[in-house]
């Protein structure tokens, strides 16, 4: 059950941290030798706080976290060396060859401003400020169903007719 926990404990760190894999590989060498960093584990067990978040901070703000985590990633590539190789197969673009796409992106922006404007680049003529919604709709809304509006919209929605 302990190693259940554990799990979901790392899984939920994982999901907070990119680097928790990194860091938790130099906490073995870090957190093992010092007893303080033990005693403040077992009460992250005892009170209900995530342990791997906890081991997690620890570790980052121990001292000699900067020389241990080097150590940490060269076992870690030595465990996924597939990894490693995907990253150096990758290829990286030359700045040149950025300029020239930027240079054809501004292109078509240009070519897009300069092409006729049709009906439906313009607005509609909904009076209410959510697309599709009328002064009077807006009106009968309850209150659950205007909160489902996203809220950047409801704010205009405020802006324009007071709250």
């Given at each position: ?97 950025k300029k020239d796409e930027a240079k054809e992106k501004e292109k078509k922006i240009e070519e897009n401003s300069n092409k006729a404007k049709t009906s ?44």
């Open positions: 059950m302990l190693k259940q926990y554990n799990a979901m404990c790392e899984q939920v760190a994982k999901t907070q941290y990119d680097d928790y894999d990194e860091v938790i590989e130099a906490a073995n060498d870090i957190l093992l030798n010092n007893p303080a960093y033990k005693q403040q584990l077992l009460n992250a067990y005892q009170t209900g706080d995530n342990p791997a978040i906890i081991a997690y901070h620890l570790t980052k703000s121990d001292p000699s976290f900067d020389k241990a985590v080097g150590l940490a990633r060269a076992r870690l590539e030595a465990r996924n060396p597939k990894k490693k190789e995907a990253a150096k197969e990758e290829p990286k673009k030359e700045p040149e060859a439906g680049s313009f607005g509609g003529g909904e009076t209410g400020g959510e697309p599709g919604l009328t002064l009077e709709e807006l009106r009968s809304m309850s209150d659950d169903e205007f909160r489902k509006i996203p809220k950047a919209k409801r704010d205009k929605i405020l802006m324009k007719y007071g709250a």
